[in-house]
């Protein structure tokens, strides 16, 4: 099964806007955004964020990205409009404010359905913690799980893939690693639930991304991949394979071979250091195309199987340095 549909962050395309709008006065717009994404070679898909992308009606941003020659992925919803928000979106102590987070989720959800996507991308990144004695954990799980459930059930034919990150902005997160992520899928119990596995979130909750990707495709549905690197020590969104490229290649591996056949989406900074984000995109393209080569190759090599089989890891190192000095 091939993989090729590949996706980015928008907002990664206002990286430098001096260099593409020489006369732009303030921030380029969402579709100013999309325009230059569009530029990119390979590219094939846009996720926006809710509500930030999609003030206006729907199916009329979707008309306009489409002009471009480009899908829509999917949404992915963001808790910001209200400043309240910072104490929680579905874990607030405020009732008022966790049924605003859940209606905003559900109206998210109805402009992904408008759009022609079927796939909304929830990180709830508000929901934590920062000192000891500051929660009720049981409280607060409970109502992390009932607000998931809840906008799972608002429209069953919609995925809602759950994206997990150890901190930022709350010192801790409720759900900061798969484990968790998958025990909150599990009772929120909705079939249309999955998990989001952003690599550089998995590198510094210290996992390993492809026993993460498998422990996902055994217990739930693996339905978005964000590709990016980081010296796991925080969301560093650096270009795919920077600096964990053995890992990378397996990640992919593993998705292709437990059948995964969604976009894999660039979740990188470009705007960080002001990197042409058009050209980190193709790059990023490119890295993945020759590390999908690399991994076709190690299909077709029995000599890793049989590594794999005696746990032979010296073998089976030198058999994916064979693979990945051949695709240079």
Known sequence: MSITRFAT???SFASSPHTFWPDLKGKPSMLQMAERASKAQGLTDLDLNFPDHVSDDPQAVARQISDLGLSINGLAMRYYTNPAFKLGAFTNPDKVVRREAIDLTKRGIDAARAMGSNL???W???DGFDYNFQVDYAQVWDWEVEGIREVAEHDPDCLISIEYKPNEPRSYSLL???ATTLLA???AGSPNLGVTLDFAHVLYADEQPAFVASLIHRRSRLLGVHLNDGYAKRDDGLMVGAVHLRATLELLRQIRRDGYDGALYFDTFPDASGLDPVAECEVNIATVRRLMAAA???DHDNRLGNAIERQDAVASQAIVNEALLASA
């Open 296 to 298: 076709d190759r190690l």
């Open 120 to 122: 909304m991308t929830i």
């Open 185 to 187: 899928i599990h009772e």
């Open 176 to 178: 900061p690693d798969a």
């Open 9 to 11: 962050r928008l907002n």
């Open 124 to 126: 709830l990144g508000q």
